[in-house]
Each structure stands twice: as C-alpha cells, then as structure tokens.
C-alpha cells in the first residue's frame, strides 16, 4: 500500500496465489482493485484492504473447494522487499541540505513513517527519523525529540 501511494498510483488491492518457488509468481485465484483515497494514511488503506478481503475469503474458499486452479499472471512482475526500501529510505545528512531531497525525504516519511540518515561514511551509524522540518532540521528520532533520543541514548537507554 505505501509503494502504491508514494508511486502516486491510481488502484491498490489484493490478490490470492497459488505458492510456487517464486516471489509473487504461483496463478491467481482471486484478486480484487479499489481506488486509492488519498485522503487516508497508508496505515488507514492497508485496514481497508484487509477487511476486503476477508469480505472475499468464502468465494476463495469455494473457489479452491471446486478445484480452481486459477490463472497465470501476466505483465510485468514488480516485487518491493527489504532491499528496494532501504534504498529508497537511506540517506547521508548532506541530504538534509538540500531544498528538493527535503521534499522528496517529506514524501518518504509521509508513506513509509521513516528515513535513516547514515551518520558516518560507511553507514555504520544510522538514525531512524522520523520527522524532517521544511529546512532539514530532525525534529523526530524514533518518535522522540533530537534532544531527549541522544540523552536516553548517552545513558544506554536505547
């Protein structure tokens, strides 16, 4: 749901498949669309979607108690795992200099609740923040303010 959101997309919905050794890949057996409200927070559309398709769950079960062996998926496969949000939700504290990456970090946190911000070089040290001000100031860390997140962590709280 927040890949849909953040991508601006239309539709978002669910989709039944039979497993195979692939990542979304076995045949569809019931999938069902509805328009995006953007007015609702990602959190707020994944609820939506679950409860449709728990309202659609006695016709899959029918359709598998009558032997449907669904159909193969076509198009072109998209996949977004751990992989594709860390690069999407990593970034240096250069970034935060920046007027456009600031807009752009907004939009990340808006649909994914979270940025890291790599504190050295190699990325060793990472914060998870949260909120970003319109001039790149971290006003959140875990949900805590700068001040008290780096005083809980100086005396080994977090």
Request: hydrophobic share 35%.
């Amino acid at each position: 749901t927040s890949w849909c959101m953040f991508r601006g997309e239309l539709f978002t919905g669910f989709t039944f498949h039979f497993v195979n050794e692939n990542i979304d890949d076995g045949d569809i057996v019931l999938q069902h669309g509805f328009i995006i409200d953007y007015s609702k927070s990602p959190h707020e559309i994944e609820i939506i979607k679950t409860k449709k398709a728990c309202e659609h769950l006695p016709f899959l079960f029918y359709l598998l108690k009558e032997g449907f062996k669904g159909y193969r998926q076509e198009g072109i496969a998209s996949y977004y795992g751990k992989k594709e949000l860390k690069e999407l939700t990593t970034f240096t504290r250069k970034d935060l200099e920046n007027p456009q990456k600031i807009k752009y970090i907004q939009k990340i946190i808006k649909y994914f609740n979270m940025i890291l911000i790599c504190m050295d070089d190699n990325c060793k040290e990472k914060l998870h923040v949260t909120r970003v001000s319109d001039k790149g100031v971290i006003k959140r860390i875990k949900y805590l303010p700068p001040s008290l997140y780096f005083l809980l962590k100086n005396i080994k709280i977090i």
